[in-house]
């Protein structure tokens, strides 16, 4: 039994309230997505669904209504239980108290009728989150036509065509609406995708003791995992402790670090006193912050010419030296046993080293063993140049084939899968420098010329066959990344990797959340000397789009165990909690926490952190200028002009962006 599931909504007698979220999609993500606004956020929403079962888990016998109304079933219970308890879930901390029901509709696209039916011209936000960029597109620019107003949030992978559909959705709202505040305009249309959103915690998962990086317009924000050194001892507090890991995360009987863990279970912003007291546990540090590295090499993801060193091996070019070491040397010896200049000299000797020249019959003896000693270095010259040809013709096809993984590599990620979500964490593998042998089955697929660019290992092939994860050399890897679109074959590819290599470090990208629950305790029951990790898509990128949603700027979410802290970007202005408080009593353990501000004059600001950097034609990164101040002083008083950063928890934060309503509860 699945547990509670509410009835089907009856067909809406009365057009529904106005301010309202309504939420398009056809996939997991957009369940997760209502359930974030519905029980973090406490907006009403309206969820709009294909007819059919998911296309994404064709074996599962519910519809896409009934799992979502599952789901939302699960949900209101659990919300239940934590309010009847004692604590901070009780009570006041309820974001639930006189919200409407999520209300669910069935229909094949959002066009024209079925978005005015959902109440797009009396909405505060759509979210458009379809698996296809082009049915998001198509639907947002009616809804913009609809609804000049509305707040929208988009899903797209391509990154560039989102900055062109941002800039063309916002300069459609400004002309419906002449007089509107620029400030609403930089929130009225956000591009997010989920792939970018949750690449970089997947790319984390496999490093061990690696920091979890979020990244935006240039910034850099490492939050690292310690232990501590001794039982007994606590661990370092960095910077400034994020969090505190579960007190059961190596027992195998544990709890798995959820909301359903209790006091044992992970603790996001904790004081000084509760992190003074966790002796034992370990830590979430904010252990540096900066824009850049400035001792690293950009990484290029290709270019038009090679160099030299790519072009013709090592062996090669000392050869080629050696020769032309042995002709200058012989140009030297002309010189000194003879009387001819500097050029006639190097004329001379090249001649000879080609086989040109005349025999040197009535030259004097010195003459004639330069000659000699030429010809002998020329029948070195020979083959010299057939294998530069040789190898220069082999670099050229091998330029446009993938490289298979070297026979002494190790050390390296394996990772297995490079549709969306594959391609974007391989790209943040490569830009932290990890090596990494990718398994892909579809010699198509969409990361495969991205491989090809960067050089990267790769194993064609399907992976539950026997010798491919050998083929990738997972006997001497760090770590797994199962990313596939298909559960069994990533929990398959587990499985097997884990027999050949019982304490190898999994994380495995599972659809079903529930499933990723059941696989999380079972394999690390099974194999407690090794870190398994099991991760959600949609439960990493829900946050972000619900943040967006509220109108403000998300910079990224860093996976806790099964807990997720944001990050994120907002005025000062308007949120009582914040304004007129130092940074010591604007921090709210548990909640939320200031980590930075912005020095810019409000008139300079970028209008949007977390828009992606501009590119220069030769496809590198241009990183703005930054006001932002990381070490400020506990009595700093914050002003509503401020803007700061913060980390918060998904109801620290849905306190802090709750919009002001006034709906009655029913009767």
């Known amino acids: 039994m699945l547990g509670f599931v509410p009835p089907p909504p009856q067909p809406p007698t009365a057009p529904p309230p106005s301010g309202h979220m309504i939420v398009c999609g056809d996939d997991a993500l957009a369940r997760r997505l209502a359930v974030e606004l519905r029980y973090v956020y406490g907006e009403r929403v309206t969820l709009l669904l294909p007819p059919g079962r998911d296309a994404n888990s064709p074996e599962t016998p519910l519809t896409q209504r009934g799992r979502a109304a599952a789901l939302f079933g699960r949900m209101s219970a659990a919300m239940s239980r934590t309010g009847n308890g004692n604590g901070s879930g009780g009570g006041s901390g309820d974001t639930n108290a006189g919200v409407e029901a999520v209300r669910i509709m069935e229909a094949p696209e959002a066009s024209d009728d079925v978005l005015e039916e959902a109440g797009v011209d009396r909405a505060a936000a759509l979210a458009l989150v379809y698996d296809d960029d082009e049915r998001n597109i198509r639907a947002a620019l009616t809804a913009r036509r609809l609804n000049p107003r509305l707040r929208l949030v988009i899903r797209l992978y391509n990154r560039k065509l989102g900055l062109h559909l941002e800039e063309l959705l916002d300069q459609a709202a400004a002309v419906a609406m002449p007089g509107i ?11 997010l995708s989920d792939a970018d959103t949750a690449a970089p915690a997947l790319a984390a998962t496999a490093l061990t003791g690696s920091s979890k990086v979020i990244q935006a317009e240039g910034l850099l924000l490492r939050a690292a995992e310690r232990t501590p050194s001794r039982p007994g001892e606590t661990a370092g507090p960095g910077l400034c402790t994020l969090a505190l890991l579960s007190s059961t995360t190596n027992d195998p009987a544990g709890s798995e670090g959820s909301d359903s863990s209790g006091d044992e279970g992970p603790r996001l912003l904790p004081d000084e006193a509760a992190v003074a007291a966790a002796t034992g546990r370990g830590t979430i540090v904010l252990e540096a912050i900066s824009r850049a590295d400035p001792d690293r090499p950009a990484t290029r993801m290709g270019g038009r010419g090679a160099p030299l060193s790519q072009v013709f091996s090592r062996r090669l070019r000392w050869s080629a030296l050696g020769v032309a070491a042995a002709a200058l040397a012989l140009v030297v010896a002309s010189l000194l046993t003879t009387e001819d200049t500097a050029i006639h000299s190097t004329y001379l000797t090249l001649l000879d080293l080609l086989g040109m020249n005349d025999p040197a019959e009535d030259a004097p003896a010195a003459r004639q063993i330069i000659q000699l000693l030429s010809g002998v270095a020329g029948l070195l010259l020979l083959p010299l140049l057939i294998a530069a040809v040789l190898e220069a013709f082999g670099t050229l096809r091998t330029a446009s084939s993938l490289r298979r993984p070297p026979r002494g590599l190790s050390g390296h990620v394996v990772l297995l899968g490079l549709g969306k979500i594959g391609t ?111 991760r959600s898509v949609s439960h990493l990128a829900a946050p972000s789009f619900a943040g967006a949603m509220m109108g403000r700027q998300i910079l990224g979410a860093v996976p806790v165990e099964r807990k997720v802290m944001l990050f994120a970007a907002l005025e000062v202005a308007g949120h009582p909690q914040l304004e007129g408080r130092t940074v010591e009593e604007a921090f709210r ?69 709750r919009r002001q309503r006034s709906v009655q509860p029913r009767q």
């Open 181 to 191: 505040d620029p400030a609403l305009l930089d929130a009225s249309t956000t591009v």
């Open 589 to 657: 353990p548990g909640a939320w926490r200031v980590l930075a501000i912005d020095a810019t004059p409000p008139a300079d600001r970028a209008p949007d952190l977390a828009a992606l950097p501009l590119y220069t034609p030769e496809g590198e990164a241009v990183q703005p200028s930054s006001g932002l101040v990381w070490d400020m002083h506990p009595g700093y008083v914050l002003r509503a002009q401020d803007r700061v950063v913060i980390a918060a928890t998904r109801r620290g934060l849905a306190e802090l962006l």
């Open 424 to 534: 974007r964490v391989l790209v943040r593998l490569r830009e932290l420098d990890i090596p990494v042998v990718v398994v892909e089955e579809d010699p198509e697929a969409r990361g495969i010329p991205l491989a090809r660019s960067m050089h990267v290992p790769t194993v064609i092939g399907d992976v539950t066959q026997e010798g491919v994860l050998e083929a990738a050399k997972v006997r001497r890897a760090r770590a797994l990344l199962a990313l596939t679109s298909i559960d069994t074959t990533n929990l398959e590819a587990a499985l097997y990797a884990r027999s050949v290599k019982p304490d190898l470090r999994v994380a495995l990208r599972l659809y079903d959340d529930e499933f990723a629950t059941a696989v999380y305790r079972t394999l690390r029951a099974a194999h407690p000397q090794a870190l398994t990790r099991s």
